[in-house]
């Protein structure tokens, strides 16, 4: 009776104690989503397209129940100061970082350092870098030769159907794997397929806007027969669009830009800008953080994510697609 007994009073003891240890794992499962931190590092924190990534890792922070600080320095210029934000980022005991490079070969040596520590997730601009857990990112180069189709497209459209003429590439920033990629593609495929557009001017930005408007009032004044333009960033195609509508050339030359905001939107429904490559940056930052969620959990990521790129333009603009591409945090 007595080995009975004690057998009775042994079962609710046993099923109370695994209760208890289920009750206590999921309270500890709860509790470790709270105290994970990933911060999120973007190229320059005052520019709306980074406004938008960190609208998607906002969305990711709330859904996951984590911690999501923002960083990003004022301009694109400041590589020491996003090295700085990388390298308290680790210091700081973080998770995991997801971070877009303002610069490809300074941020390499960075990149490496900090992922000896954490996993370090990539999205938008490269780095010189194997240690990345995983990239997310548009095929910049696949940007630049849609930026080059829209272009000839756009030529013709203004010229009898002809394609041909000389064009300028400005590139938004020496040392940028995006631009510098982006750059690459349009001029490939302007000589694989549209041999009569020359490339008559290929010059190198700052980033900043002003810098673009100025740009491109001298190469209107000195190329007054110019056909077209491709501009490789927002404040380029800020700077650029703004020259061409103050100097009322839109029905003459044809400007092709990358990215969007309320801005750039209005110059593409006016038809100061003819077309616009747009990433998907929205998506950017919710993949990105949660990548970088599960990398810090140990669990297996793709290592490269093509988020996509796509033309838009006066004409396609109003396509469902577009339209929230155009307008990604009204989610």
């Known amino acids: 009776m007595e080995f009975s007994s004690n057998r009775i ?10 209760l208890g240890l289920t009750i206590a794992s999921s309270v500890a499962s709860v509790a470790s989503a709270q105290d994970v931190t990933i911060p999120v ?22 859904e996951l129940g984590i911690n999501v600080p923002e960083f990003g320095v004022q301009s694109e210029s400041d590589i020491n100061g996003q090295i700085a934000l990388l390298e308290n980022a680790v210091a700081s005991g973080a998770n995991a970082v997801v971070i877009a490079p303002i610069e490809f070969i300074a941020l390499g040596g960075a990149v490496d350092q900090a992922a000896s520590a954490l ?32 272009l000839a497209a756009a030529i013709a459209s203004a010229n009898g159907g ?11 920033n020496a040392g940028s794997g995006s631009d510098e990629a982006r750059a690459r593609g349009f001029r490939d495929q302007l000589s ?52 061409i509508a103050e100097n009322n050339l839109q029905d003459k030359v044809a400007l092709i830009g990358f990215d969007s905001d309320d801005k ?10 003819d077309g616009l ?7 950017m930052g919710y993949d990105g953080v949660k990548t970088a969620y599960a990398a810090s959990k140990g669990e297996r990521v ?10 838009i333009t006066t004409a396609n603009m109003g396509e469902p697609r577009h339209q929230h591409l155009l307008n990604p945090t009204a989610e």
């Open 302 to 311: 793709e290592k490269d994510v093509d988020t996509g790129a796509n033309l």
């Open 119 to 150: 996993p370090v997730v990539g999205i938008d601009s490269p780095a010189n870098s194997k240690a990345f857990a995983s990239f997310l990112t548009t095929d910049n180069e696949q940007g630049g030769r849609l930026a080059a189709d829209g």
């Open 41 to 62: 590092i973007v190229r320059d924190i005052t520019s709306s397209y980074w406004q938008t990534v960190l609208a998607g890792a906002r969305k990711a922070k709330t």
């Open 277 to 283: 490559i747009v990433q998907d940056p929205f998506r």
């Open 9 to 18: 009073w042994s079962r609710p003891l046993v099923i109370a104690s695994v």
């Open 192 to 243: 694989a397929k549209y041999p009569a557009l020359n490339l008559y001017s290929d010059k190198v930005a700052d980033g900043q806007p002003t810098t673009g408007l100025n740009m491109t009032t001298d190469l209107l004044v000195a190329k007054p027969d110019l056909k077209g333009i491709f501009v490789t960033n927002l404040q380029m195609s800020q700077g650029a669009g703004q020259s």
């Open 264 to 273: 750039t939107v209005g110059f593409l429904s006016g038809g100061v800008i």
């Open 162 to 172: 002809k394609i041909e003429g000389d064009v300028a590439l400005i590139v938004a």
